[in-house]
């Protein structure tokens, strides 16, 4: 399955956006757009580093694909790495959300007559449900978390509690 990061941050995963969310009020990344920056690690493939500040919390998101098994038999997978630290002078408390969305339907889909650009869109409506720190979509393991998480308002959401003292940094990871 194809996956790619937006200058966001969003990551398109198997036709679903994965993207994060930070406080309350939720703030994304592109609501602080002049504060993202996006490079690639050691200058070239295959990690995406995703870098923005939201209020006194400094956000760095590592991602790439890898095999999961060393004979390659297996599908990739997707690993994020998700950084917080904490630049102010007070502690940082509050959610880190994991979003998962559906994306939006391809406006090009069909167009050219024989779809070698897009894989098949699994058009099932979702059903998610979060156990063990593992994000289900209709039964079938979607996002691992490494860390304890709780569901968020949405059924879709992972949502970690941060408590964040200054100068500190703290670290989440997943797989997809």
């Given at each position: 399955?194809?996956?790619?990061?937006?200058?966001?941050?969003?990551?398109?995963?198997?036709?679903?956006?994965?993207?994060?969310?930070?406080?309350?009020?939720?703030?994304?990344?592109?609501?602080?757009?002049?504060?993202?920056?996006?490079?690639?690690?050691?200058?070239?493939?295959?990690?995406?580093?995703?870098?923005?500040?939201?209020?006194?919390?400094?956000?760095?998101?590592?991602?790439?694909?890898?095999?999961?098994?060393?004979?390659?038999?297996?599908?990739?997978?997707?690993?994020?790495?998700?950084?917080?630290?904490?630049?102010?002078?007070?502690?940082?408390?509050?959610?880190?959300?994991?979003?998962?969305?559906?994306?939006?339907?391809?406006?090009?889909?069909?167009?050219?007559?024989?779809?070698?650009?897009?894989?098949?869109?699994?058009?099932?409506s979702s059903r998610w449900e979060l156990k063990n720190n593992m994000l289900f979509r209709n039964c079938r393991p979607f996002l691992a978390a490494g860390r304890k998480c709780r569901a968020g308002d949405d059924p879709a959401d992972m949502v970690f509690d941060v408590n964040l003292q200054?100068?500190?940094?703290?670290?989440?990871?997943?797989?997809?």
């Amino acid at each position: 399955y194809e996956k790619a990061v937006g200058w966001d941050g969003r990551i398109h995963s198997e036709g679903r956006r994965i993207s994060l969310a930070l406080g309350e009020p939720a703030v994304r990344l592109a609501d602080v757009r002049d504060t993202v920056r996006r490079h690639l690690a050691d200058g070239w493939m295959p990690a995406v580093i995703v870098e923005a500040q939201v209020g006194q919390v400094a956000v760095k998101q590592t991602s790439f694909v890898a095999f999961t098994d060393a004979k390659k038999n297996s599908g990739p997978a997707l690993f994020v790495r998700v950084e917080l630290t904490n630049l102010g002078e007070q502690p940082f408390i509050g959610p880190l959300a994991v979003e998962v969305r559906d994306a939006p339907p391809d406006p090009f889909e069909g167009s050219l007559g024989v779809e070698i650009f897009n894989p098949p869109r699994d058009n099932t409506s979702s059903r998610w449900e979060l156990k063990n720190n593992m994000l289900f979509r209709n039964c079938r393991p979607f996002l691992a978390a490494g860390r304890k998480c709780r569901a968020g308002d949405d059924p879709a959401d992972m949502v970690f509690d941060v408590n964040l003292q200054p100068g500190k940094t703290t670290i989440f990871d997943l797989v997809c």
